[in-house]
Nanobody
């Protein structure tokens, strides 16, 4: 079955940066649109960014200008570069694709 494994989360100060990675296995990665979602405590899971098979990207308003989604089909990996992080970006970040969710990686933005 398809497996998605996220990494790269952690604790960062406001204004800092993190790069999340999501490695996919048992999937023809290049065939699928991939996305990053996040879920903060007490809130619903929300879309952060999406990238199609052709490389077209879509961002939530909260992510525009600060986050960049990219993919490396040779490595079966999708990335989320997050800059200028804010405390409100604190959440568990999930990778999604091929009707599958990763286990999530915690991002905490705090001084």
């Amino acid at each position: 079955q398809v497996q998605l494994v996220e990494s790269g989360g952690g604790l960062v100060q406001p204004g800092g940066s993190l790069r999340l990675s999501c490695a996919a296995s048992r999937i023809i990665f290049s065939f699928y649109t991939m996305a990053w979602y996040r879920q903060a405590p007490g809130k619903e899971r929300e879309l952060v960014a999406r990238i199609t098979t052709g490389g077209t990207t879509t961002y939530a308003d909260s992510a525009k200008g600060r986050f960049t989604i990219s993919r490396d089909n040779a490595k079966n990996t999708v990335y989320l570069q997050m800059n200028s992080l804010k405390p409100e970006d604190t959440a568990v970040y999930y990778c999604n694709g091929a009707q599958t969710w990763g286990q999530g990686t915690q991002v905490t933005v705090s001084s």
